[in-house]
Every structure is written in structure tokens, then in C-alpha cells.
Nanobody, 128 residues
Framework: QVQLVESGGGLVQAGGSLRLSCAAA????????MGWFRQGPRKEREFVAA????????SYADSVKGRFTISRDNAKNTVYLQMNSLKPEDTAVYYC?????????????????????WGQGTQVTVSS
């Protein structure tokens, strides 16, 4: 189990950028797949991006490919989400979560129910 705290959300105009951070407390952060999810108004929580324990493998939702980049710094127990070319439809509460140890699920299994620990979320609002 890891404890997660997100930061970096805010209000930005369409076309702008934000970088979200997720700081982890607890042992063995470097062994977990980490993911970012989001939940917009009146929507279900959806997958955004994931990165495996070493940082060598990443996966993205089609809606953010080419605009968002997930990365991690295991020495700092932190995972990041760089968001560029933001759109109003990116408006949501963004959550980071820890997934399985040692491996990253296949794309079809990158679902909230396969991630165990969650942060409290950070609001991202993109104005048009």
C-alpha cells in the first residue's frame, strides 16, 4: 500500500499546459505500476495514462495521446502527468493510483478496479 497526494491542478485556458504531480509515501513505490485517471462532471472515472514500475513502458488513452506524457522519478517517489494542448473536455478531477507490482496490465485491463490505492484528486479546469 502507498499513500498518494496529487498536486498541480488549476484553471488554464484551452491550448495551455499543466503538470500534475503525485507524491507517494510508503515503501516499495518503485515496484508499482502507476496510473492517472480522471472523472469529469456526470461521467465515470476513466483511464488517462499508466507507467510501469521502471518507467520503461507507458500507455495512454486515445483521447490524450500526443498531448499528455506520464513519467516517474523513483528516487523522489513521484509520478508526473505533463498535459499540453489542453482542451475544455479535459476538465475533470485527476487522480493518481497505484496498480500491480512488477508488471503493467494490458490496455484492456487498465481499469480503476485494478488499481488499489488512490489519491484525493486534483481539479483541472480548462476554459474555452
Amino acid at each position: 500500500q502507498v499513500q498518494l497526494v496529487e498536486s498541480g491542478g488549476g484553471l488554464v485556458q484551452a491550448g495551455g499546459s499543466l503538470r500534475l504531480s503525485c507524491a507517494a509515501a510508503g515503501r516499495s513505490f518503485s515496484l508499482f505500476t502507476m496510473g492517472w485517471f480522471r472523472q469529469g462532471p456526470r461521467k465515470e472515472r476513466e483511464f488517462v495514462a499508466a507507467i510501469n514500475y521502471s518507467g520503461g513502458t507507458t500507455s495512454y488513452a486515445d483521447s490524450v495521446k500526443g498531448r499528455f506524457t506520464i513519467s516517474r522519478d523513483n528516487a523522489k517517489n513521484t509520478v508526473y502527468l505533463q498535459m499540453n494542448s489542453l482542451k475544455p473536455e479535459d476538465t475533470a478531477v485527476y487522480y493518481c493510483a497505484s496498480g500491480p507490482k512488477y508488471y503493467m496490465p494490458t490496455d484492456s485491463d487498465l481499469l480503476p478496479e485494478h488499481f488499489g490505492s488512490w489519491g484525493q484528486g486534483t481539479q483541472v479546469t480548462v476554459s474555452s
